[in-house]
């Protein structure tokens, strides 16, 4: 691995391997068939810090740069996705809170995380999906109070939220500029959580359904100024985007080191298949885009961490290491044959997992519009 | 220091409310050929309370003496009590060697006496050898989790003292000595010196198993077996033997079994007259454990599975069919 | 409560190799861990602390290495680390190595209990532990599977080959522990961090006072390796194999029947 690390990231990485290795990957089959969100695995990764890496230490948070985060996030994924996903979704949420949120907000949000509370990313509606803008859950002010109506589809950890960051629009015609975003309790009368779904892959991670009927948030529950939402929800985006390279990155790299496992030890013709150059090749390829999808992954992280603009790095980084980790899983069961194709070998679930992260925080086509927008402003 | 002045081999007779520990009696057997190499004398100490019976049995057992140390202070093993009679009896006696079993309490004690004597101690030794040169006692233990084996000796300081694995070495019907001296010792431990209390015992619970490191025939199994489920035929055919099941550490660590099933160094040492392993591969923190069976059959699909190198019957086949149809031809030759 | 846990960095057996021609270890490649069982003694004494109070020493004599070890065992709850390092001490038995320990644990101040584990990877012997407790003239309880203090009294159920058993013991006081409930915690992200930075006190055998220089090392051992080699294996025997499981299962009981094995 070409990456220079620091002693800190290589002792932090050593320890969520050693966190992975014995704690989750021995049960990531079971909970996976069964489609189970692993509560006590973490409970047990939010005891070490694992779902609050990116809050500040004033709030008990582990206080990680973006660099760092990336490469932990790798490793966390590399053992399981789902897990790594559950651990990082509610610091999303809070990306935006503390960017654009009160003192108050920010102090409420990071101190539940860091308590080991799920904060869910409410932002995809039903017939929205990549298109923000077309969100119909929508807001009202009555009084001293905003009322929210509406649904949003497809949220991480929303079963186990005690907050949800809602974006809600006060006019579905005023497109993004319409877009708000609510802190709302999830005791709040009027929050309901839909049915769960049931993914094709990431199944350690929960996935629902929420709704919200006539639910009343207090005014200082908006998050900066009204009409923010969008840009909101694109900055903390930013952010999940090179998060979700460094996870897949970490899929990749897992794939590749089962087939290179695997390769070594099978002999149909008396010779390991990794002698076999139309073997090797697929492993060099492998190898080389996942180099490449870390790299991206990891300058994304650095300009984050400079606090530059990253839409379209970040937009990169994602896109590539999403399609890196759809390649690199599905040539990993090529290389297992039957037993990739098995539930038995961990590398079907591999392949599973990876689909989605081209899916999710925007497609990646999606991710090129953004690309591309950018590219041609420049 | 004069090493001359050290003469005799002693075995300390570990008693329990059973009588006398098994391995203090193998201990007496192997002890008797270091005794008779060293044309030395073969002396058992037994410290406790009412010991008339475990007397009668360890001068049965080819010992040349008997020291014994009965007082009610004794019924109730006490790190401090014990370590205070042992090092009076080894500053009065001045022994060359002093064995004891690698148990609980052996352990316990050994250490912090060599401590006070300002000797060297050996523990959970598995090989013994007496060099007659040196007239050293050349000690074997696994280390490093069995990957080694670790040759060691005393060889400045008596007495040399050492604990021995159980199952390590077989009792052998000894020769009973004419006139065996035994001779009753009054040791008083003050009170005051005993710094700990045992103030309740909790017995395992009850089960009619035979002990691994005490059956005669062991049928053991492994990270073959992999549902709880497929362990039955496994537990019918040490049964049918009458004997008992034992696992390999990937079974406890799924929690199925606990440690004292385990065969292998950082488990117990077995044996057997007859070891059966059932899909084992034999790893050699298993073998080592197990390799001083008298007879080794292993049960493999690989050929050229390393337990292989160790039996004496290589019964190459699925586990999962062979046992089924061996408890079935066992019952029709039995019929 | 003042507390010292007694550790010992160890090459990672499951790593470990033997050269087959001198019958050595080759310690080159393999990880050093810090002793498993040690890990559990450090949890054991963290407990302890949250229960009662007070602090947490860890002290081990080592390789200048050691102290990466060290540092672990502070990112898991131990407050101060000392490590002793000095050619002296090398090559040192149960005996040398008890008492350079348990001289250091003097010299650093008056403490409860010393918590160690039931013993080490490499040398397997858990002789260090009763050996502190004599040179420290304390009493000693091993095979502690859970402990706690009552009356002024160290209270701990110890694991026995038959069971358990209840054993209350005056303070000060040495506890070996097993792994049983004992499991080591993870460190935290934070204190990982923060074990990294901190500092740990390092003594040569200068340093500790009244220490006998004939007691430590080799000169202060009473026992020495002389020889070490790969655990044996043995010849290949009878091969038993049919057309199918079942025959060979047959086969297999008349051998044994006809053996007079069964």
């Given at each position: 691995?070409?990456?220079?690390?620091?002693?800190?990231?290589?002792?932090?990485?050593?320890?969520?391997?050693?966190?992975?290795?014995?704690?989750?990957?021995?049960?990531?089959?079971?909970?996976?068939?069964?489609?189970?969100?692993?509560?006590?695995?973490?409970?047990?990764?939010?005891?070490?810090?694992?779902?609050?890496?990116?809050?500040?230490?004033?709030?008990?948070?582990?206080?990680?740069?973006?660099?760092?985060?990336?490469?932990?996030?790798?490793?966390?994924?590399?053992?399981?996705?789902?897990?790594?996903?559950?651990?990082?979704?509610?610091?999303?949420?809070?990306?935006?809170?503390?960017?654009?949120?009160?003192?108050?907000?920010?102090?409420?949000?990071?101190?539940?995380?860091?308590?080991?509370?799920?904060?869910?990313?409410?932002?995809?509606?039903?017939?929205?999906?990549?298109?923000?803008?077309?969100?119909?859950?929508?807001?009202?002010?009555?009084?001293?109070?905003?009322?929210?109506?509406?649904?949003?589809?497809?949220?991480?950890?929303?079963?186990?939220?005690?907050?949800?960051?809602?974006?809600?629009?006060?006019?579905?015609?005023?497109?993004?500029?319409?877009?708000?975003?609510?802190?709302?309790?999830?005791?709040?009368?009027?929050?309901?959580?839909?049915?769960?779904?049931?993914?094709?892959?990431?199944?350690?991670?929960?996935?629902?359904?929420?709704?919200?009927?006539?639910?009343?948030?207090?005014?200082?529950?908006?998050?900066?100024?009204?009409?923010?939402?969008?840009?909101?929800?694109?900055?903390?985006?930013?952010?999940?985007?090179?998060?979700?390279?460094?996870?897949?990155?970490?899929?990749?790299?897992?794939?590749?080191?089962?087939?290179?496992?695997?390769?070594?030890?099978?002999?149909?013709?008396?010779?390991?298949?990794?002698?076999?150059?139309?073997?090797?090749?697929?492993?060099?390829?492998?190898?080389?885009?996942?180099?490449?999808?870390?790299?991206?992954?990891?300058?994304?992280?650095?300009?984050?961490?400079?606090?530059?603009?990253?839409?379209?790095?970040?937009?990169?980084?994602?896109?590539?290491?999403?399609?890196?980790?759809?390649?690199?899983?599905?040539?990993?069961?090529?290389?297992?044959?039957?037993?990739?194709?098995?539930?038995?070998?961990?590398?079907?679930?591999?392949?599973?997992?990876?689909?989605?992260?081209?899916?999710?925080?925007?497609?990646?086509?999606?991710?090129?519009?953004?690309?591309?927008?950018?590219?041609?402003?420049? | 220091?004069?090493?001359?002045?050290?003469?005799?081999?002693?075995?300390?007779?570990?008693?329990?409310?059973?009588?006398?520990?098994?391995?203090?009696?193998?201990?007496?057997?192997?002890?008797?050929?270091?005794?008779?190499?060293?044309?030395?004398?073969?002396?058992?100490?037994?410290?406790?309370?009412?010991?008339?019976?475990?007397?009668?049995?360890?001068?049965?057992?080819?010992?040349?003496?008997?020291?014994?140390?009965?007082?009610?202070?004794?019924?109730?093993?006490?790190?401090?009590?014990?370590?205070?009679?042992?090092?009076?009896?080894?500053?009065?006696?001045?022994?060359?060697?002093?064995?004891?079993?690698?148990?609980?309490?052996?352990?316990?004690?050994a250490p912090r006496l060599a401590c006070?004597?300002?000797t060297g101690a050996i523990a959970?030794?598995?090989?013994?050898?007496?060099?007659?040169?040196?007239?050293?006692?050349?000690?074997?233990?696994?280390?490093?989790?069995?990957?080694?084996?670790?040759?060691?000796?005393c060889?400045?300081?008596?007495?040399q003292i050492g604990t021995?694995?159980?199952?390590?070495?077989?009792?052998?019907?000894?020769?009973?000595?004419?006139?065996?001296?035994?001779?009753?010792?009054?040791?008083?431990?003050?009170?005051?010196?005993?710094?700990?209390?045992?103030?309740?015992?909790?017995?395992?619970?009850?089960?009619?198993?035979?002990?691994?490191?005490?059956?005669?025939?062991?049928?053991?199994?492994?990270?073959?077996?992999?549902?709880?489920?497929?362990?039955?035929?496994?537990?019918?055919?040490?049964?049918?033997?009458?004997?008992?099941?034992?696992?390999?550490?990937?079974?406890?660590?799924?929690?199925?079994?606990?440690?004292?099933?385990?065969?292998?160094?950082?488990?117990?040492?077995?044996?057997?007259?007859?070891?059966?392993?059932?899909?084992?591969?034999?790893?050699?923190?298993?073998?080592?454990?197990?390799?001083?069976?008298?007879?080794?059959?292993?049960?493999?699909?690989?050929?050229?599975?390393?337990?292989?190198?160790?039996?004496?019957?290589?019964?190459?086949?699925?586990?999962?069919?062979?046992?089924?149809?061996?408890?079935?031809?066992?019952?029709?030759?039995?019929? | 409560?003042?507390?010292?846990?007694?550790?010992?960095?160890?090459?990672?057996?499951?790593?470990?190799?033997?050269?087959?021609?001198?019958?050595?270890?080759?310690?080159?490649?393999?990880?050093?861990?810090?002793?498993?069982?040690?890990?559990?003694?450090?949890?054991?004494?963290?407990?302890?602390?949250?229960?009662?109070?007070?602090?947490?020493?860890?002290?081990?004599?080592?390789?200048?290495?050691?102290?990466?070890?060290?540092?672990?065992?502070?990112?898991?709850?131990?407050?101060?680390?000392?490590?002793?390092?000095?050619?002296?001490?090398?090559?040192?038995d149960t005996l040398?190595?008890?008492?350079?320990?348990?001289?250091?644990?003097?010299?650093?101040?008056?403490?409860?209990?010393?918590?160690?584990?039931?013993?080490?990877?490499?040398?397997?012997t858990?002789q260090?532990?009763?050996q502190?407790?004599?040179?420290?003239?304390?009493?000693?309880?091993?095979?502690?599977?859970?402990?706690?203090?009552?009356?002024?009294?160290?209270?701990?159920?110890?694991?026995?080959?038959?069971?358990?058993?209840?054993?209350?013991?005056?303070?000060?006081?040495?506890?070996?522990?097993?792994?049983?409930?004992?499991?080591?915690?993870?460190?935290?992200?934070?204190?990982?961090?923060?074990?990294?930075?901190?500092?740990?006190?390092?003594?040569?055998?200068?340093?500790?006072?009244?220490?006998?220089?004939?007691?430590?090392?080799?000169?202060?051992?009473r026992t020495?390796?002389?020889?070490?080699?790969?655990?044996?294996?043995?010849?290949?025997?009878?091969?038993?194999?049919?057309?199918?499981?079942?025959?060979?299962?047959?086969?297999?009981?008349?051998?044994?029947?006809?053996?007079?094995?069964?």
């Amino acid at each position: 691995m070409a990456i220079i690390l620091t002693e800190e990231q290589k002792e932090l990485k050593a320890l969520i391997k050693e966190f992975m290795e014995n704690e989750v990957i021995p049960y990531a089959q079971e909970y996976d068939e069964r489609g189970e969100f692993p509560e006590e695995i973490l409970k047990k990764a939010h005891e070490m810090g694992l779902g609050c890496m990116n809050i500040e230490e004033e709030f008990g948070g582990s206080g990680l740069d973006n660099e760092t985060m990336a490469v932990l996030i790798e490793e966390m994924a590399y053992g399981e996705a789902g897990v790594s996903t559950s651990l990082t979704v509610s610091g999303l949420a809070y990306e935006c809170v503390r960017d654009f949120g009160s003192q108050e907000q920010k102090k409420l949000i990071a101190e539940a995380i860091v308590a080991g509370k799920y904060v869910s990313f409410a932002l995809t509606e039903a017939d929205a999906g990549s298109n923000a803008g077309a969100a119909r859950c929508s807001y009202a002010l009555d009084g001293d109070e905003y009322v929210i109506n509406g649904s949003k589809a497809f949220i991480t950890n929303a079963s186990y939220a005690d907050y949800h960051l809602v974006f809600a629009t006060k006019d579905p015609a005023l497109g993004v500029r319409g877009l708000s975003a609510f802190i709302v309790a999830n005791d709040t009368p009027g929050v309901s959580r839909g049915k769960k779904e049931n993914k094709m892959g990431l199944r350690l991670s929960n996935t629902s359904d929420l709704h919200f009927d006539n639910v009343r948030v207090s005014k200082d529950m908006l998050v900066g100024k009204e009409g923010l939402g969008f840009k909101m929800a694109m900055t903390s985006l930013d952010v999940g985007r090179i998060l979700i390279g460094a996870a897949a990155t970490g899929i990749a790299q897992r794939a590749l080191d089962e087939s290179v496992k695997y390769a070594k030890q099978r002999s149909p013709f008396g010779q390991p298949i990794a002698t076999h150059q139309a073997v090797q090749f697929i492993i060099a390829d492998m190898a080389i885009e996942i180099e490449a999808a870390r790299l991206l992954t990891k300058n994304a992280a650095i300009l984050k961490d400079k606090g530059m603009r990253i839409s379209k790095e970040a937009a990169i980084a994602k896109s590539f290491s999403s399609d890196v980790a759809m390649k690199a899983t599905t040539d990993a069961v090529q290389i297992l044959g039957g037993y990739g194709y098995s539930k038995e070998y961990p590398v079907e679930k591999l392949m599973r997992d990876a689909k989605v992260y081209q899916i999710f925080e925007g497609t990646n086509q999606i991710q090129r519009i953004v690309i591309s927008g950018a590219v041609l402003k420049e | 220091m004069d090493k001359s002045l050290y003469k005799n081999i002693w075995v300390y007779v570990e008693t329990t409310e059973d009588g006398i520990a098994k391995v203090s009696l193998e201990l007496l057997s192997e002890a008797r050929k270091i005794a008779d190499a060293a044309a030395e004398k073969l002396v058992a100490v037994l410290v406790g309370s009412d010991l008339d019976a475990a007397v009668e049995t360890v001068c049965d057992s080819g010992v040349d003496e008997v020291i014994v140390v009965d007082a009610k202070t004794y019924q109730t093993y006490s790190t401090d009590a014990y370590t205070f009679v042992f090092a009076q009896l080894c500053k009065k006696y001045k022994p060359s060697v002093l064995f004891m079993g690698a148990t609980d309490n052996g352990k316990d004690f050994a250490p912090r006496l060599a401590c006070r004597l300002n000797t060297g101690a050996i523990a959970d030794t598995t090989e013994l050898y007496y060099n007659p040169e040196t007239k050293d006692v050349e000690w074997t233990k696994p280390a490093f989790g069995g990957n080694l084996m670790a040759t060691i000796v005393c060889d400045e300081t008596r007495p040399q003292i050492g604990t021995i694995r159980r199952g390590v070495f077989k009792i052998m019907p000894a020769e009973k000595k004419q006139d065996v001296v035994i001779t009753q010792e009054d040791i008083a431990t003050p009170q005051e010196m005993i710094r700990t209390l045992v103030k309740e015992v909790i017995a395992e619970k009850a089960t009619k198993d035979i002990k691994i490191e005490d059956a005669e025939v062991i049928v053991a199994i492994g990270r073959g077996v992999k549902e709880q489920e497929q362990t039955a035929m496994f537990a019918e055919l040490a049964e049918m033997l009458g004997g008992a099941l034992a696992v390999t550490r990937p079974l406890v660590d799924k929690e199925w079994y606990t440690a004292k099933c385990q065969i292998g160094q950082s488990g117990k040492m077995v044996s057997p007259k007859l070891y059966i392993g059932c899909g084992i591969s034999g790893a050699v923190q298993h073998t080592a454990g197990m390799c001083s069976s008298d007879v080794i059959v292993a049960i493999n699909t690989d050929a050229s599975a390393p337990i292989f190198g160790v039996a004496d019957y290589a019964v190459v086949g699925d586990m999962f069919e062979v046992v089924p149809a061996l408890i079935d031809e066992l019952k029709k030759i039995r019929q | 409560m003042n507390i010292l846990v007694c550790v010992k960095q160890v090459p990672d057996t499951e790593e470990i190799k033997i050269d087959p021609i001198t019958g050595s270890l080759i310690r080159e490649g393999v990880a050093a861990i810090l002793n498993p069982l040690d890990a559990c003694a450090l949890e054991a004494a963290v407990r302890l602390k949250e229960a009662y109070g007070g602090k947490v020493t860890v002290l081990s004599m080592g390789p200048p290495q050691a102290k990466e070890a060290l540092k672990q065992c502070v990112a898991v709850g131990a407050d101060e680390a000392v490590l002793i390092t000095d050619r002296a001490f090398k090559d040192a038995d149960t005996l040398a190595t008890s008492y350079a320990l348990s001289m250091t644990a003097k010299q650093l101040g008056e403490f409860d209990v010393i918590v160690c584990g039931k013993h080490t990877l490499d040398g397997e012997t858990g002789q260090v532990g009763p050996q502190i407790a004599e040179h420290m003239d304390w009493s000693q309880v091993t095979h502690v599977m859970d402990m706690k203090v009552e009356e002024g009294k160290l209270v701990a159920v110890r694991e026995m080959e038959d069971g358990r058993e209840v054993v209350e013991a005056t303070l000060p006081c040495v506890a070996s522990v097993t792994k049983a409930s004992y499991t080591p915690r993870y460190p935290t992200i934070k204190s990982k961090l923060a074990a990294g930075k901190k500092e740990i006190l390092t003594l040569s055998a200068d340093e500790i006072k009244n220490l006998d220089k004939e007691r430590i090392g080799m000169s202060g051992s009473r026992t020495k390796v002389a020889k070490s080699f790969s655990a044996p294996t043995g010849q290949a025997g009878m091969v038993i194999q049919e057309e199918t499981g079942e025959a060979t299962g047959r086969k297999l009981a008349r051998i044994l029947h006809e053996a007079k094995l069964v």
